[in-house]
């Protein structure tokens, strides 16, 4: 099958839904499809064999956060000469609401439509008011998939319709299977995100590392991620500063290493999430998580049965729970037991079933229409 896949954020500057584009691409090419993925992306950016660049993206606000986008004439002729090149079997758009090649796509491509519909925001005025403008775009879609009950809800509730829910996948045995770092190993708490971005919670965990640390005095912190790292620290105790460990960005293989070899990883995300791919991994890793009460992430952790919740950006409750499991190994180990054995439902190897079963469904139908309208043409000209 020749599959297009639309990614609308910038592949310069990595997050949840380009990973889940890059894997979902990479399962499809090992099972013998041939996929393209359109992105924005520098011109400087080292891209691979199967991402075809629609031209540098710009920052725009976005859910909460600040995505890098591509927009205007220019993406549009782009996107118009990737579609007229691939010659699709199916077209497979992530976000297509969002003011980037979603959207322009579309409006271009002709043929079956898959989209992928990754945000969780009850309360967005912005998509409300664009409705006539996304409506016509919307009605050529030609099946819907939301990645958790949360973002079916965003769409049922603003865009109308519906949507079947698959969530984001993981290469479970990739996490299962790093190999711990010694150095990153003892009475350690994990965190990986966006240092300068509120939602992604470190602020919240900064506010109860005091805590932390001064009943577990041999605890320490590891950060993974970009951002300002003098100012991620600044609220902290001077002496407290040197057990917060930045690492930067890490490589997906030194990711898989972190997440293996800490002793609880902590997602304090005040909200804006409609999934947790970052849980999923962690959960791989085998790692024991303890992360916010947003409603995505209570899903992905089973309602609690396979990772502890706290109330979310109640760093008291954070630090409560923290200082409980980092004293109760016994606790870690069941955790980490139960997480294991739930994460198998997000592998590739269901996830990438599920999709393609929805490719199929839309590609047989449209052979199906197709036929019946040569059939249709046939009897005219006959006379029938």
């Given at each position: 099958m020749r599959i297009g896949i639309v990614c609308p954020y910038s592949w310069d500057v990595p997050g949840g839904v380009q990973f889940h584009i890059r894997d979902l691409a990479e399962h499809l090419i090992r099972l013998g499809h041939e996929v393209s993925v359109l992105a924005p992306a520098d011109d400087d950016t080292p891209l691979p064999p199967y991402v075809v660049s629609a031209g540098r993206a710009v920052p725009v606000s976005y859910n909460g956060s600040v995505a890098r986008l591509s927009f205007g004439f220019l993406s549009a002729a782009r996107v118009r000469r990737w579609l007229h090149d691939g010659t699709f079997d199916v077209v497979h758009i992530h976000e297509p609401t969002s003011p980037s090649l979603?959207?322009?796509?579309?409006?271009?491509?002709?043929?079956?439509?898959?989209?992928?519909?990754?945000?969780?925001?009850?309360?967005?005025?912005?998509?409300?008011?664009?409705?006539?403008?996304?409506?016509?775009?919307?009605?050529?879609?030609?099946?819907?998939?939301?990645?958790?009950?949360?973002?079916?809800?965003?769409?049922?509730?603003?865009?109308?319709?519906?949507?079947?829910?698959?969530?984001?996948?993981?290469?479970?045995?990739?996490?299962a299977g790093a190999?711990?770092?010694?150095?990153?190993?003892?009475?350690?708490?994990?965190?990986?995100?966006?240092?300068?971005?509120?939602?992604?919670?470190?602020?919240?965990?900064?506010?109860?590392?005091?805590?932390?640390?001064?009943e577990r005095p041999g605890a320490r912190l590891l950060v993974a991620g970009r951002g300002d790292e003098e100012e991620a620290v600044a609220s902290l105790p001077a002496g407290m500063r040197s057990r917060v460990e930045f690492l930067g960005m890490v490589s997906d293989e030194d990711k898989a290493r972190l997440l293996r070899s800490v002793d609880v990883y902590v997602a304090p995300n005040t909200g804006g999430e409609s999934f947790g791919i970052i849980l999923v991994e962690a959960l791989s890793a085998g790692a024991p998580v303890l992360a916010a009460d947003l409603d995505a992430f209570a899903q992905v952790l089973d309602q609690g049965a396979a990772g502890e919740l706290f109330a979310n950006e109640d760093a008291d409750a954070l630090a409560d729970a923290a200082i409980r499991l980092l004293g109760d190994g016994a606790r870690r180990a069941e955790l980490s037991a139960r997480g294991s054995a739930h994460v198998r439902r997000f592998d590739w190897s269901t996830v990438g079933a599920d999709i393609l079963a929805v490719y199929e469904t839309v590609t047989d139908g449209a052979a199906a229409v197709d036929t019946d309208e040569k059939v249709g043409g046939l009897r005219a000209r006959l006379g029938l």
């Open positions: 979603g959207l322009l796509t579309c409006w271009a491509a002709q043929g079956p439509i898959v989209a992928t519909f990754h945000t969780s925001n009850p309360r967005s005025r912005a998509m409300l008011a664009a409705y006539p403008i996304l409506q016509p775009a919307l009605e050529k879609i030609s099946a819907r998939i939301a990645v958790s009950e949360y973002a079916r809800r965003t769409l049922v509730e603003h865009l109308g319709g519906d949507a079947v829910v698959i969530p984001n996948g993981v290469d479970v045995d990739f996490f190999e711990p770092k010694a150095e990153w190993q003892g009475e350690t708490l994990g965190f990986i995100g966006r240092i300068d971005e509120p939602r992604k919670g470190l602020p919240v965990l900064m506010k109860a590392l005091p805590r932390i640390l001064t």
